[in-house]
């Protein structure tokens, strides 16, 4: 049942429970902004709720599916499952996560071929290292597309999954955005993890410079920061100024 568009999330939560609906897709972020619009009315996500039927949320559009954290305040709020999903509008859904295994998405290897690369050299990525997904779709034959580049960064978990397919299975889901992962002197940092919403202002500003930085570093930037192999005494120096400032 679509319930996009014009849509208030009063009258999506009036849906979801007129219609004992069991499953709910929606990105992680709204998953969140539902239960708490729920909450601000009163409204309980559990059994005491007449017409409250949810048992599980599929969740895409953004990594935090396969983020600990963040799937854990979505399935407390909600009292249901959280599962990862991932598609793109351009090439079709193309992974899901497995309920033997969270935290990571099945690519759906019957029909997509999948290849994950090294960013710089376009060669196959080195084993637990992040590189970005590239595809080719088998079954789209109006809309084929053959190595496509999606810019997801994503690292391929070489254990065998209990669920027991032998789909290539991405530890942790979307990571990330190549255009969101930095170099800094050798280093390459990924920028952005829901949950830590200051880091990819910061890192970016980090890469041209501390002293750029005109606004307060978050706890876990700065925690994070700090633990750069690659920044000199001196930047770790302005890190403990700014860090002072926030
Ligand atoms: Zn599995």
Redesign the pocket.
């Known amino acids: 049942m679509p319930c996009g568009g014009g849509l208030s999330s009063g009258a999506r939560l009036r849906l979801i429970l007129d219609n004992r609906a069991s499953v709910v897709l929606c990105t992680p972020t709204y998953a969140l902004h539902l239960a708490r619009f729920a909450r601000e009315q009163g409204i309980r996500l559990d059994a005491s709720t007449p017409g409250y039927s949810v048992r599980s949320l599929i969740v895409a559009g953004e990594p935090g599916g396969s983020i600990p954290a963040t799937r854990a305040r979505i399935e407390e709020a909600w009292n249901a499952r959280v599962f990862d999903h991932s598609g793109m509008t351009e090439i079709g859904p193309l992974a899901i996560?497995?309920s033997?295994?969270p935290g990571?998405l099945?690519i759906l290897e019957d029909d997509y071929f999948a290849e994950v690369l090294d960013t710089k050299t376009g060669n196959v990525a080195a084993a637990g290292q992040p590189g970005e997904l590239v595809l080719t779709n088998l079954g789209r034959l109006g809309s084929p597309l053959l190595r496509y580049r999606t810019g997801d960064l994503v690292r391929v978990d070489p254990r065998p999954?209990?669920?027991?397919?032998k789909?290539l299975?991405l530890d942790g889901g979307i990571l990330g955005r190549t255009d969101d992962m930095i170099a800094i002197r050798g280093n390459n940092f990924l920028s952005f993890r829901p949950g830590e919403r200051a880091a990819p202002v910061c890192l970016r500003l980090w890469s041209t410079g501390l002293r750029s930085i005109a606004r307060p570093l978050s706890p876990s930037c700065v925690s994070r920061l700090s633990r750069c192999p690659a920044a000199s005494a001196t930047w770790h120096r302005e890190l403990r100024t700014r860090s002072a400032m926030s």
């Open positions: 996560e497995c033997a295994n990571g099945h999954c209990p669920c027991g397919r789909w299975r």
